[in-house]
């Protein structure tokens, strides 16, 4: 299996926010598996209007420069992990606003996810799962939750990601194995198509 470049996207911008801990951490522990080159990809370095383009960029070009940048670090890479938190039993709006912005880029590669909440992100999880679908994405059946127990004290400042986080790293095998042959499978079948197209 060659290396896979793959980006951690911090899926919230409050200037507070927690994500950006965990983010760094899967970064590292994907790095650390050898199959990886892994970057690390802030929403908050991407300030995108709300969609408004006349259509998706699957059937336009993109006519913002912010979002046009936005596809193009995209596109630098085979798969995704997505950390994202639950924001009112869904996914925090700036995510799915650059989801909405960013069809292609996603289109026939694997995504994983590290999550955080009350119950583990859950919910944002699963409607990520059917948005990216549609996308065309893969998505990795197993994903990292982490869920009240321990992310609750994290909120409640009893406790810190480095209390917390050691403890989940057997969880993260199956993550990362999954999604080292998802991404594998997906960038040899776009290779492939690629060669059929020029082929043809
Ligand atoms: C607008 C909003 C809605 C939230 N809704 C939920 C929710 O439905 N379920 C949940 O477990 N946590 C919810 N929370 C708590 C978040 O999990 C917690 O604030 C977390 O730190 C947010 O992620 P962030 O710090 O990366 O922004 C919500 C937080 C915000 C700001």
């Known amino acids: 299996m060659t290396k896979s470049k793959i980006a951690v996207i911090i899926g919230s911008i409050r200037p507070n926010r ?36 006349p ?3 699957l059937w336009m070009p993109t006519p913002n420069a912010e979002a046009a940048k936005w596809q193009a670090k995209l596109n630098e890479f085979d798969g995704y992990i997505i950390v994202t938190p639950e924001y009112n039993r869904s996914i925090p709006g700036a995510l799915k606003n650059a989801i909405d912005w960013a069809y292609k880029p996603f289109m026939k590669k694997a995504v994983a996810f590290v999550a955080y909440g009350s119950v583990g992100g859950a919910r944002a999880v699963e409607h990520l799962r059917t948005i990216l679908t549609e996308l065309q994405a893969v998505t990795v ?15 409640m400042g009893q406790k810190t990601w480095d209390d917390v986080l050691p403890g989940q790293v057997p969880f993260t095998k ?5 999604l080292a042959w998802w991404t594998n499978a997906t960038k040899v079948a776009r290779a492939a198509d690629e060669v059929a197209a020029k082929a043809a």
């Open 141 to 155: 059946r197993h994903a990292l939750h982490i869920g009240g127990s321990d992310f609750g004290p994290i909120m």
């Open 18 to 53: 927690q994500g950006d801990k965990p983010a760094k951490w899967i970064a590292d522990l994907a790095a650390q598996t050898g199959y990886f080159d892994v970057e690390i990809v802030d929403l908050k370095d991407y300030p995108l209007p709300l969609f408004d383009a």
């Open 174 to 178: 199956d993550v990362l194995d999954n």
């Open 55 to 57: 259509a998706s960029d």
